[in-house]
């Protein structure tokens, strides 16, 4: 009997520490029962079956508490208690400790662990001491004691290295990491979690969803919202299937609170609710307060906070303080001071609003920011200069923003300084010169351009699995061509996408960024070559226009940002319907033109007009709002003939006009299943003496990118694809494969001018934080002065005719914005915008 529930013993554990919670209890069952468990009529104390006995409920106490039920998981402990043997006590203890961590009580926990670590060193088991180690590493990280919890996980994964327990050994990495991630060294800790995926997926699957949360959590971190929430759910889900229902319920937590930040206040609120329902029920108290908390916050963004709003929240905080919890309790309270600035109650705020942010990481950054804001608000409730705070805290946006090589993170940093930088547009709106909007737009967009590229393409991991890509993609047109099925290639095709950029993701920052420019600068610049500089930006719902170039700089009011951003879906939309490649039945291309020539009419008078007289005849360069990004501008009445460039910033626009242009042989390049693309690119390389010309049948990327580093000009007529989910996997294709715009960062000199002429990839993602990404935006960002793409479908015929015409003017000395306004002239409803400068 002893032995058979030995044996089932050692099962249980084994799948308990799979993560099969529901089997792992069903077999401890199994053994209490072979055991003839009776609480009310225990082992005698000393015996064989009362040591094995206790051993079993303590391991069965823990799966209780993964399935939501702590309490009776407590009950058993207390039940072994009567009769454990001596030198299992530690493993009781630590238990006990264990249980308590993960229920909220870290402070009662530690004081378990320390009770046991002696009992333990002495008696063993020594993969239980080893994980002491590991548990105190987890416990110290609740109460954000990251250097002890870091040097406490390293311990346990030394100890467990020594004793060949593989998967404990890579669990103890995978707390090192985490560690690192939350001491702010995001890029290392997921280069950590990318090895510890790795050996999940060869040594334990079951564990894998853990990095799931792990990458969501990364990603918070940097702003990258939505992608986070997906990396939740995948891990929600799995945690409960396994039956995991604890950590379910603290990932749907999570969940909820990068759904805040992504401002979906309703879908965070409902996420919220049920995880403080999970945890409330679990007996998970200061979890549960914390998910009240974080629907209190929405309330409080959303304008939705009810009375008494400061004191419902003081007083979870204070209940927190008293269960020794400090994780996030910080921002609690500084929620509770904005909430009492806003309603007039100043006493008190200026002791909680000065005290400093302690240590490193995310959660202090995120405090300090906090911090910032609610200053700023009571500097403006008080009636005094908002701006130094609000500018102390993008700064330190900077510094972290630096910190990172990956262009989807230092666009996504940006959306942690929202709430910044929409403080200083109202009030530098409402209060300051044009000169000073314009300095605090600037501040508040495009910030990632500041940054020079990092070369992670370069990486020869990274080389060798876009070899892999390119070879997967071509596959998987094949059999779409063919029709046959490609679920299996387009996995293929994600996962190799996934590695290649966790390269990026994983490659540090370059620790420098381009120095501001000055209004004054932009407006000189914008004056001397006989343009205007049209900054557009949102403050009070209505469309803001700071005016450079002209009469001195100048604020105007426009039209309603919603109204503007759907005439801009509209022109889209009639834009690719002219676009198809079958010509229109005669009274519908009527229709659409008339929709289009009716939707850029509203558009302009709206936008256009109120700035008509300060423009007067200039060219004009327009820095759109991230909503307005899709606006073909030149397709504006009053713009149709005019030389015009849609640009990131009005600095980034001043640094292209000053970069030194490229002065390498021309490339001229064609992709495959373009009907005219071969006259095109032979016409066009005939204007360039000396360019490299790269036909259809002999394009390969590797090839055409080479071309482009250095090259003064390139012209690519290739058919592309805008990956609005994955922008760094737009790409053009080529006959051997995919370029994609993950690569042309890492050109050495790019390529001064560049026409796409036969794809929509003048289109970009905006990131959360108003950042845009994709093809073109790689491009400005690699360095390239000017891009002409199109912002739409463009039929084949039309784009070699136009191109043609183009290079032609360029050839002659025009600008690439005069030579595009040349020939548009006579084709009003084309879909090409020159972009940079």
């Known amino acids: 009997m002893l032995q058979r529930a030995w044996r089932l013993f050692s099962r249980g554990h084994r799948l308990q520490s799979r993560l099969r919670i529901v089997e792992a209890a069903a077999v401890f069952d199994e053994a209490l029962r072979l055991l003839g468990w009776d609480p009310a009529n225990p082992p005698p104390p000393g015996t064989a079956r009362a040591r094995l006995t206790a051993r079993i409920l303590n391991s069965r106490a823990l799966t209780y508490t993964y399935s939501g039920e702590a309490p009776a998981g407590l009950a058993l402990l207390q039940q072994a208690v009567r009769f454990v043997d001596e030198r299992d006590r530690g493993l009781l203890t630590h238990q006990r400790g264990l249980i308590l961590q993960q229920n909220g009580r870290p402070v009662d926990a530690l004081a378990h662990f320390d009770r046991a670590e002696p009992m333990l060193a002495e008696h063993g088991p020594d993969f239980i001491y080893a994980g002491l180690f590991l548990n105190r590493a987890n416990t110290l990280r609740d109460l954000g004691e990251l250097s002890k919890g870091l040097e406490s996980a390293r311990r346990a994964r030394a100890l467990f290295a020594k004793l060949g327990r593989r998967i404990n050994q890579i669990k103890a990495q995978h707390v090192e990491a985490l560690l690192l991630l939350d001491?702010?060294?995001?890029?290392?800790?997921?280069?950590?979690?990318?090895?510890?995926?790795?050996?999940?997926?060869?040594?334990?699957?079951?564990?894998?969803?853990?990095?799931?949360?792990?990458?969501?959590?990364?990603?918070?971190?940097?702003?990258?919202?939505?992608?986070?929430?997906?990396?939740?759910?995948?891990?929600?889900?799995?945690?409960?299937?396994?039956?995991?229902?604890?950590?379910?319920?603290?990932?749907?937590?999570?969940?909820?609170?990068?759904?805040?930040?992504?401002?979906?206040?309703?879908?965070?609120?409902?996420?919220?609710?049920?995880?403080?329902?999970?945890?409330?029920?679990?007996?998970?108290?200061?979890?549960?307060?914390?998910?009240?908390?974080?629907?209190?916050?929405?309330?409080?963004?959303?304008?939705?906070?009810?009375?008494?709003?400061?004191?419902?929240?003081?007083?979870?905080?204070?209940?927190?303080?008293?269960?020794?919890?400090?994780?996030?309790?910080?921002?609690?309270?500084?929620?509770?001071?904005?909430?009492?600035?806003?309603?007039?109650?100043?006493?008190?705020?200026?002791?909680?609003?000065?005290?400093?942010?302690?240590?490193?990481?995310?959660?202090?950054?995120?405090?300090?920011?906090?911090?910032?804001?609610?200053?700023?608000?009571?500097?403006?409730?008080?009636?005094?200069?908002?701006?130094?705070?609000?500018?102390?805290?993008?700064?330190?946006?900077?510094?972290?923003?630096?910190?990172?090589?990956?262009?989807?993170?230092?666009?996504?940093?940006?959306?942690?300084?929202?709430?910044?930088?929409?403080?200083?547009?109202?009030?530098?709106?409402?209060?300051?010169?044009?000169?000073?909007?314009?300095?605090?737009?600037?501040?508040?967009?495009?910030?990632?351009?500041?940054?020079?590229?990092?070369?992670?393409?370069?990486?020869?991991?990274?080389?060798?699995?876009?070899?892999?890509?390119?070879?997967?993609?071509?596959?998987?047109?094949?059999?779409?061509?063919?029709?046959?099925?490609?679920?299996?290639?387009?996995?293929?095709?994600?996962?190799?996408?996934?590695?290649?950029?966790?390269?990026?993701?994983?490659?540090?920052?370059?620790?420098?960024?381009?120095?501001?420019?000055?209004?004054?600068?932009?407006?000189?610049?914008?004056?001397?070559?006989?343009?205007?500089?049209?900054?557009?930006?949102?403050?009070?719902?209505?469309?803001?226009?700071?005016?450079?170039?002209?009469?001195?700089?100048?604020?105007?009011?426009?039209?309603?940002?919603?109204?503007?951003?759907?005439?801009?879906?509209?022109?889209?939309?009639?834009?690719?319907?002219?676009?198809?490649?079958?010509?229109?039945?005669?009274?519908?291309?009527?229709?659409?033109?008339?929709?289009?020539?009716?939707?850029?009419?509203?558009?302009?008078?709206?936008?256009?007009?109120?700035?008509?007289?300060?423009?007067?005849?200039?060219?004009?360069?327009?820095?759109?709002?991230?909503?307005?990004?899709?606006?073909?501008?030149?397709?504006?009445?009053?713009?149709?003939?005019?030389?015009?460039?849609?640009?990131?910033s009005a600095e980034a626009w001043w640094r292209s006009v000053h970069r030194s242009a490229a002065t390498g042989p021309a490339l001229v390049a064609a992709g495959p299943a373009l009907s005219r693309a071969g006259g095109e690119i032979e016409v066009i390389a005939g204007l360039y003496p000396g360019a490299h010309l790269i036909t259809a049948d002999k394009s390969d990327p590797e090839l055409v990118l080479r071309a482009l580093d250095g090259a003064s000009v390139a012209h690519i007529a290739a058919h592309g694809h805008h990956e609005p989910d994955n922008v760094l996997f737009s790409r053009l294709d080529f006959g051997l494969g995919p370029l994609n715009a993950y690569e042309l960062l890492s050109l050495d000199q790019p390529p001064s001018h560049v026409v796409l002429s036969s794809c929509d990839l003048g289109r970009s993602t905006v990131a959360v934080g108003n950042e845009t990404l994709g093809f073109t935006a790689a491009l400005l960002h690699a360095g390239t002065s000017t891009v002409v793409s199109s912002l739409g479908r463009v039929p084949d015929d039309m784009a070699a005719e136009m191109m043609i015409e183009y290079h032609q003017h360029c050839a002659k000395g025009a600008t690439p914005a005069e030579a595009l306004a040349a020939v548009g002239e006579r084709r009003p409803w084309h879909p090409f915008v020159a972009f940079g400068a």
Not at 279 to 295: D, H, K, S, V
Not at 324 to 332: E, F, I, K, P, V
Not at 631 to 636: G, S
């Open 183 to 648: 001491l702010g060294d995001v890029t290392k800790a997921l280069a950590e979690f990318k090895e510890v995926r790795a050996e999940y997926r060869e040594h334990a699957p079951e564990l894998e969803a853990f990095v799931h949360s792990s990458n969501a959590d990364a990603l918070l971190y940097v702003g990258m919202y939505q992608q986070a929430i997906d990396h939740w759910a995948e891990a929600i889900a799995a945690l409960r299937l396994a039956g995991d229902h604890r950590s379910a319920a603290i990932f749907e937590f999570w969940r909820a609170v990068t759904a805040f930040e992504n401002d979906q206040f309703d879908l965070a609120s409902d996420w919220a609710e049920r995880a403080m329902d999970s945890l409330y029920e679990q007996g998970n108290e200061p979890m549960a307060f914390l998910a009240r908390l974080l629907i209190l916050q929405g309330q409080f963004d959303s304008g939705k906070a009810g009375p008494n709003f400061a004191d419902k929240v003081s007083r979870l905080c204070d209940a927190l303080e008293q269960r020794g919890w400090t994780l996030r309790l910080n921002q609690a309270k500084i929620l509770a001071a904005r909430a009492r600035i806003k309603a007039g109650d100043l006493d008190d705020v200026d002791a909680v609003l000065d005290e400093e942010p302690g240590g490193p990481g995310y959660e202090a950054l995120a405090e300090a920011l906090a911090r910032h804001l609610a200053r700023a608000e009571l500097a403006m409730i008080r009636k005094q200069d908002p701006m130094p705070e609000l500018q102390t805290g993008l700064d330190l946006l900077d510094e972290y923003r630096m910190t990172f090589g990956s262009v989807e993170f230092q666009a996504g940093v940006s959306a942690l300084g929202v709430q910044l930088a929409n403080r200083g547009l109202i009030h530098t709106t409402n209060n300051g010169s044009p000169a000073e909007m314009l300095w605090w737009v600037e501040r508040s967009r495009a910030q990632g351009l500041r940054i020079p590229p990092v070369k992670s393409a370069t990486d020869p991991g990274a080389r060798e699995a876009l070899g892999r890509l390119r070879q997967a993609r071509r596959r998987l047109w094949d059999l779409q061509v063919q029709g046959e099925e490609s679920s299996e290639e387009f996995a293929r095709v994600q996962v190799l996408e996934e590695e290649i950029r966790a390269y990026e993701r994983t490659t540090p920052g370059p620790g420098q960024r381009a120095e501001r420019i000055a209004p004054e600068d932009i407006h000189d610049l914008a004056e001397s070559r006989n343009t205007v500089v049209v900054n557009l930006y949102e403050a009070g719902g209505d469309i803001r226009a700071i005016l450079a170039g002209g009469k001195g700089l100048k604020h105007v009011r426009l039209m309603p940002l919603d109204a503007a951003a759907e005439l801009g879906r509209r022109l889209g939309a009639d834009l690719d319907a002219l676009g198809k490649p079958f010509r229109l039945p005669p009274r519908l291309q009527t229709s659409v033109e008339g929709s289009l020539r009716r939707n850029a009419a509203a558009l302009a008078e709206g936008i256009w007009e109120p700035i008509a007289d300060y423009v007067a005849d200039r060219q004009v360069v327009i820095v759109p709002h991230s909503r307005l990004a899709w606006v073909p501008w030149p397709l504006l009445p009053q713009l149709r003939g005019r030389p015009v460039t849609v640009s990131p």
